[in-house]
């Protein structure tokens, strides 16, 4: 199983990135698809995640900020992010929770440096 992330980059502040996931994972297996983040000597955190009927859920840091979206067609995940500033600065993973075993898979992280 391939989770493949992609996007991240060096943006200064107040700019915009998008990142993407894409899995070869069967649709039918998916369930909720997010986005978690690890900063430097910090504990890996949920950025946003998104089930399959499309609700989504947001980290209070980034929910006026960022935007989740998924493609049920080609298995990907999507993050808008907008405003960035320097706490933005992370490594992201995404993660895909799944119906059947072993139930949860984890990219390989993109990073996001934000400039001040």
């Known amino acids: 199983v391939q989770l493949q992330a992609s996007g991240g980059g060096l943006v200064q502040a107040g700019g915009s990135l998008r990142l993407s996931c894409t899995t070869s994972?069967?649709?039918?297996?998916?369930?909720?698809m997010g986005w978690y983040r690890q900063a430097p000597g910090k504990q890996r955190e949920l950025v946003a995640t998104?089930?399959?009927?499309?609700?989504?859920n947001y980290a209070d840091s980034v929910r006026d900020r960022f935007a989740i979206s998924r493609d049920n067609a080609e298995a990907t995940v999507f993050l808008q992010m907008s405003s960035l500033n320097p706490e933005d600065t992370a490594v992201y993973y995404c993660?895909?929770?799944?119906?059947?075993?072993?139930?949860?898979?984890w990219g390989q992280g993109t990073k996001v440096t934000v400039s001040s």
């Open positions: 993660n895909i929770g799944t119906r059947y075993y072993p139930y949860d898979y």
């Open positions: 994972l069967s649709i039918f297996n998916i369930n909720r």
């Open positions: 998104i089930t399959s009927a499309g609700s989504t």
